[in-house]
């Protein structure tokens, strides 16, 4: 048997149903509720094993993707949470030949949809494949949980109920497909720098809770009672910092979308439509109304990242 010399994973990008935030902790994060829904639009991550001793531990990075989900701005160092990912598993086990990992961009890069996180859990799961490490799923979700808040959910994918700072995941039930669109604007935004106007904006924040509605309209499959109850409290801090978004989403709403919310940080918005089609319709009048750079249409919920050679 010739050994393994490569693996892919595509792994998917998210979108947050319900985000409800508590106030700041004492280690500066924030207790959350977070309803993490998994959706079709894929990045690709490929390990790669280099020759034995031809630069030995080295991890080098390469990003390559659809122009518009910003591949440029993807750090190519050692700051890559995918690099940091291998680094992490290949300490933990003892494990790592040098690797190539390329990363194919589809998700939008620092728009609100976890796209780093979802190449750090493909990247987690790649070289657990490629190294024959053999982790359990909780301890690959237990090292993730370790690498950023977002990054162990893209392993479970589908829909899950994310607490403590998010990586506390149990799954929810959703009992029917739910077709989006995504709004995506120039440039992104900063995570903490939206957490932290947040904080300005809601110093007497209260505890998180997760709402019952959007729960029994999940396990329902009752597209427009999820619509209804979408929400997520860092949307305005993401406006206060991009004003703009306000007429993005005001162009979805008047679009007769189910539901619309800025998706997770921003300055990706979100909309749910009623079918595919209505997906299209909703797509082409943000496009005409010019006020987003690009739109990706979708459907949820998807498995988490998944090895596909
Ligand atoms: O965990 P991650 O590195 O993805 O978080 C990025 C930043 O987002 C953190 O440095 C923090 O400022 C903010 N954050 C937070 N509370 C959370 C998750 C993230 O304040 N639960």
């Known amino acids: 048997m010739t050994a393994m010399t490569a693996v892919t994973v595509r792994v998917p990008a998210k979108v947050n149903l319900q985000l409800a935030v508590g106030p700041a902790r004492e280690d500066g994060y924030h207790d959350l509720v977070n309803v993490f829904h998994a959706v079709s639009v894929f990045d690709e991550v490929t390990v790669t094993a280099r020759e034995p001793g031809s630069a030995p531990g080295e991890i080098i990075l390469r990003v390559t993707g659809e122009t518009g989900s910003g591949p440029t701005r993807v750090p190519d160092d050692t700051s890559n949470l995918a690099v940091r990912a291998a680094a992490v598993l290949a300490h933990e086990t003892g494990a790592g030949t040098p690797i190539t990992i390329d990363l194919h961009k589809n998700i939008p ?148 979308a189910l539901g619309t919310l800025v998706s997770g940080s921003g300055p990706t918005c979100a909309f749910l439509a009623a079918d595919e089609r209505d997906a299209q319709r909703i797509a082409a009048r943000l496009l005409e109304a010019g006020r987003c750079a690009r739109t990706i249409t979708a459907y949820g919920d998807v498995p988490g990242a998944s090895v596909v050679s």
């Open 109 to 256: 890069v620092a728009g609100g949809m976890a796209g780093g996180s979802a190449d750090a859990a493909a990247t987690l799961v790649a070289c657990d494949t490629l190294w024959k490490t053999g982790m359990a799923q909780q301890d690959l979700l237990d090292l993730a949980a370790r690498l950023g808040s977002d990054v162990a959910f893209p392993l479970l994918g589908r829909t899950a109920l994310g607490t403590g700072r998010g990586e506390v995941l149990e799954p929810l039930p959703c009992g029917g497909g739910l077709h989006w669109v995504f709004a995506l604007a120039e440039g992104g935004l900063s995570t903490g720098e939206v957490f932290r106007a947040y904080d300005r904006l809601r110093p007497d924040a209260p505890q998180p809770q997760c709402d019952p509605a959007l729960v029994a309209a999940l396990a329902s499959g009752d597209a427009a009672a999820v619509g209804a109850a979408l929400d997520n409290d860092l949307q305005r801090a993401a406006v206060s910092l991009r004003p703009e978004l306000s007429h993005t989403l005001a162009v979805g709403e008047e679009a007769g």
